[in-house]
């Protein structure tokens, strides 16, 4: 059933914060994600321009005798729930917390890029696109980047000053 399935992005994030618990020995890890923060209910958003992405905290709790499948429903559900706030700017999310201003909330993100490109857009002969780079510069010591598609294509990004040589790798 619908309630049962589990997004990608979902099993991705289950994925991030399981690895960054093992690596960081912790239980309880907090990372960044991106949304896009075009919510629906404000009149007019499908004409305004410009930039509406948000990052939002993910709370992931790592249980080693929690069973996979409704780990990850409640994960589902947790970050269902956080696109509730998904206009809020982060600034104003960590002033509930207790973490100081100024100090990250969190050190790593991940970025779940699902939005729908149509080839069909250019596909005119008239226009050829021969070389395309993107650069997605970021102040976050570690980026990992999901680009769902036939194949699911993952990249990473890391601040060498935040990592012994290799670490990272």
Same mark, same amino acid.
């Given at each position: 059933t619908d309630a049962q399935r589990l997004t990608?992005?979902?099993?991705? *994030?289950? !994925? #991030?914060g399981l690895l960054?618990?093992?690596?960081?020995?912790? +239980?309880? %890890?907090?990372f960044?994600?991106? %949304?896009? $923060?075009? /919510?629906? *209910?404000?009149? $007019?958003?499908?004409?305004?321009? $410009?930039?509406?992405?948000?990052?939002l905290p993910v709370r992931v709790q790592v249980d +080693? /005798?929690?069973?996979? #499948?409704? #780990? =990850?429903? !409640?994960?589902? !559900?947790?970050?269902? *729930?956080?696109r509730a706030r998904q206009t809020t700017p982060l600034a104003e999310i960590?002033?509930?917390?207790?973490?100081?201003?100024g100090t990250p909330l969190f050190r790593s993100v991940l970025v779940y890029q699902d939005y729908p490109f149509d080839a069909a857009l250019f596909s005119d *002969?008239? =226009?050829?696109? $021969?070389? %395309?780079r993107a650069a997605d510069p970021t102040h976050y010591p570690l980026v990992v980047t999901a680009i769902p598609g036939p194949e699911l294509h993952l990249s990473f990004?890391? /601040?060498? !000053? #935040?990592f012994e040589p290799g670490a990272a790798e």
């Amino acid at each position: 059933t619908d309630a049962q399935r589990l997004t990608l992005a979902t099993v991705l *994030a289950g !994925a #991030w914060g399981l690895l960054l618990g093992r690596y960081s020995g912790l +239980d309880d %890890v907090l990372f960044g994600t991106v %949304v896009s $923060g075009r /919510d629906a *209910a404000v009149p $007019g958003i499908e004409s305004m321009l $410009g930039l509406f992405i948000h990052m939002l905290p993910v709370r992931v709790q790592v249980d +080693d /005798d929690a069973e996979v #499948w409704p #780990w =990850l429903r !409640a994960l589902q !559900a947790q970050q269902a *729930a956080a696109r509730a706030r998904q206009t809020t700017p982060l600034a104003e999310i960590q002033s509930f917390t207790e973490v100081p201003a100024g100090t990250p909330l969190f050190r790593s993100v991940l970025v779940y890029q699902d939005y729908p490109f149509d080839a069909a857009l250019f596909s005119d *002969a008239e =226009l050829s696109i $021969g070389f %395309v780079r993107a650069a997605d510069p970021t102040h976050y010591p570690l980026v990992v980047t999901a680009i769902p598609g036939p194949e699911l294509h993952l990249s990473f990004e890391y /601040d060498e !000053a #935040w990592f012994e040589p290799g670490a990272a790798e």
